[in-house]
C-alpha cells in the first residue's frame, strides 16, 4: 500500500458509509459489538475526515466535536492494518488539529487506547489521567495537546 492518500471529508454518501465500515472493523469488530456500534448522535454534526485511495478506498478516518467554544475532541480514529506504520494516521490527526484551529479551538483532548498511547505522545499529546474502559476491557487514557496562540 504505497499508494498516495488524500485526506478530506467524504463526498458522498458512499465514501461516509466506508468510513462508519471501518470504524466498526476496527474499533467495535474485534470486540464482538454490533454494526451501528460505531455511530452516535453527533455524527450528523461533528467534522468527519477519511483517507482515500485514487480509486475510492477508504483507508483511514477521524472525526472532531467540539466539546466547548475552546475545546474539541479528536473521536473514531480508525487506520486500515494495510497502511499502519506509513503516516495515515497522523496525516489524518494534523488536519482534524487544522480544522480545530479553523474553528477558534485552543486545546483537543482525546481518549486513546493503551497501545496507541505512544502514537499520540509522539504527536505532541499529552496523558492527564485514565478515562472510561470501553466495553469493560479496553483501558483508555485521556490525553491533550495545546493548539497553539
Known amino acids: ?5 488524500e485526506i478530506r471529508p467524504p ?5 461516509r458509509e466506508a468510513a462508519f465500515a471501518l470504524r466498526w472493523r476496527i474499533l467495535r469488530q474485534p470486540w464482538n459489538q454490533p454494526p451501528g456500534s460505531e455511530r452516535d ?20 478516518t477521524g472525526r472532531l466535536q467540539r466539546v466547548d467554544g ?9 487506520v486500515d492494518p494495510r497502511t499502519r ?44 489521567g485514565p478515562a472510561p474502559t470501553l466495553f469493560g476491557t479496553i483501558a483508555h487514557q485521556r490525553m491533550e495537546r495545546s493548539l497553539g496562540g
Open 70 to 78: 475552546q475545546t474539541g475532541q479528536v473521536r473514531y480514529m480508525a
Open 85 to 128: 506504520g506509513r503516516g495515515t494516521g497522523l496525516a489524518i490527526l494534523r488536519s482534524l488539529e487544522a480544522e480545530a484551529g479553523r474553528w477558534g479551538l485552543r486545546r483537543l483532548v482525546l481518549n486513546a487506547r493503551a497501545d496507541v498511547v505512544g502514537f499520540y505522545e509522539k504527536a505532541g499529546y499529552s496523558v492527564t
Open 11 to 15: 463526498a458522498t454518501l458512499q465514501e
Open 41 to 60: 448522535d453527533l455524527d450528523d454534526t461533528a467534522f468527519l475526515l477519511i483517507a482515500v485511495t485514487g480509486a475510492g478506498e477508504v483507508l483511514g
Open 1 to 5: 500500500m504505497d499508494e498516495p492518500l
